[in-house]
């Protein structure tokens, strides 16, 4: 580990990558700690303290605090990811983005800008809530009309700055950079937790160890493991060659969707009781202590949405049509399936039960160590989505850097 490591700080191109990563989750955690003007954080911080195991508390942990500070980069890159959740709902719903998805490159540039202009309208909505939710618990005294428009056009510039800062990482930097901000707001969040857990006594600290050590070999087992199904090609004449037929492997992750379905279920899910903190009244609080993030009713709709979001996120990368006619394009075909609508059933049928026991394990760990942590009433909310996330995105990572590496024939982490 420790000699990959110095061979891709040997490599120029990956050591730029790696210090531009760098210093954009360093510019979003300084964004993370400046507030925003005309707020007494301490009554910030006491308001969120107060539920810091309902949803303030987990929006909370995927701002990487920045909600405690009401800093300027307090909606953190979830109004992002909520965009992209409906844009790919309605992609599947309207034949219009359906097409624009099907169109390549120029399709995709278009439909990620369709989401960048939701996201802002998403974070416009949700600046005002949290403008009034925080003015009506005190924190923001003497809100004149001014300072109302500054500190929502702050909020919401600042989740423009991140979505910006997410793109500039992808294409200049190592690993997803959506991904990468959220792997810094979580890790961010178990940093000032730690010394906590020692308040707690012995068993109930060697327990959640132990089954934090299984959780994650399971989710690096689980992300890694593949079913190879074998590829033949046949002889083909190209001009005046005869080609030589050779066989291979198509492989398929019984976790194809890796961490999205995870994130995917938690935005959907805190929708409802966010619009509760915003909306005060007795039915809206009822809907926030219902979807709880530490109550059985959210950890068993996340488990189904969980298993949900797998099968619809794998759908949406993994075209068992398409793939069925490149391989025929190209002269392959799997040995005993016809060419054609045969393989194509073939392979959904394999991706279909290759993807339940991903879809279950995903449920389980996001939802199982959560239980554990409610029963051994641990002092801070780290649970199975957070740990999820954490290793998911963490290999997600490290397989970009693999791939650099071997490029340039070093060894890599994982050999």
């Given at each position: ?103 390549g490159e120029a399709g995709q540039r278009k439909i990620t ?105 399971g989710i690096v087992l689980v992300q890694e493991g593949q ?189």
């Amino acid at each position: 580990m420790l000699a990959a490591m110095a061979n891709a700080w040997k490599i120029p191109e990956l050591r730029t990558k790696l210090i531009f990563t760098g210093a954009m989750i360093i510019i979003y955690r300084f964004g993370a700690h400046v507030p925003v003007p005309g707020v007494d954080i301490e009554a910030v911080q006491e308001f969120i303290s107060e539920g810091a195991a309902g949803v303030l508390g987990f929006l909370n942990l995927f701002s990487g605090g920045a909600l405690s500070q009401f800093a300027v980069f307090a909606l953190g890159i979830m109004p992002y990811i909520t965009a992209s959740i409906i844009l790919q709902l309605m992609t599947m719903a309207f034949p219009r983005l359906k097409e624009l998805a099907r169109e390549g490159e120029a399709g995709q540039r278009k439909i990620t800008q369709y989401t960048r202009y939701l996201t802002i309208v998403l974070a416009l909505a949700q600046a005002i809530g949290y403008t009034a939710l925080f003015q009506a618990q005190g924190a923001i005294p003497d809100l004149t009309p001014m300072k109302f428009y500054t500190i929502v056009l702050t909020l919401t510039a600042g989740t423009a700055l991140l979505m910006w800062i997410g793109e500039l990482i992808t294409q200049r930097g190592i690993g997803n950079g959506i991904s990468l901000l959220i792997f810094a707001s979580i890790v961010a969040g178990l940093v000032p937790a730690v010394p906590r857990l020692f308040t707690m006594s012995l068993v109930p600290i060697i327990i959640l160890v132990v089954i934090g050590a299984v959780v994650v070999v399971g989710i690096v087992l689980v992300q890694e493991g593949q079913r190879r199904i074998n590829i033949q090609y046949a002889k083909r004449q190209v001009g005046r060659r005869m080609t030589t037929g050779g066989s291979t492997y198509l492989p398929l992750s019984i976790n194809m969707a890796g961490v999205i379905p995870v994130i995917f279920a938690s935005s959907v899910l805190m929708f409802p009781p966010t619009l509760a903190q915003f909306f005060p009244g007795e039915f809206m609080k009822s809907v926030s202590d219902f979807l709880g993030p530490s109550g059985a009713p959210f950890l068993i709709l996340q488990a189904i949405f969980i298993v949900g979001f797998t099968y619809f996120y794998t759908a949406v990368q993994f075209d068992p049509l398409e793939r069925a006619n490149d391989l025929k394009k190209y002269g392959g075909f799997i040995p005993g399936i016809r060419p054609g609508r045969p393989t194509a059933e073939f392979l959904d049928r394999v991706l279909t039960r290759l993807t339940l026991p991903g879809a279950l394990f995903l449920a389980a760990v996001a939802t199982l160590p959560n239980v554990l942590i409610i029963l051994l009433n641990i002092p801070f909310f780290f649970g199975g989505t957070s740990i999820l996330i954490v290793v998911g995105v963490a290999l997600q990572t490290m397989k970009q850097m693999e791939s650099q590496l071997l490029m340039r024939h070093y060894e890599g982490f994982l050999k």
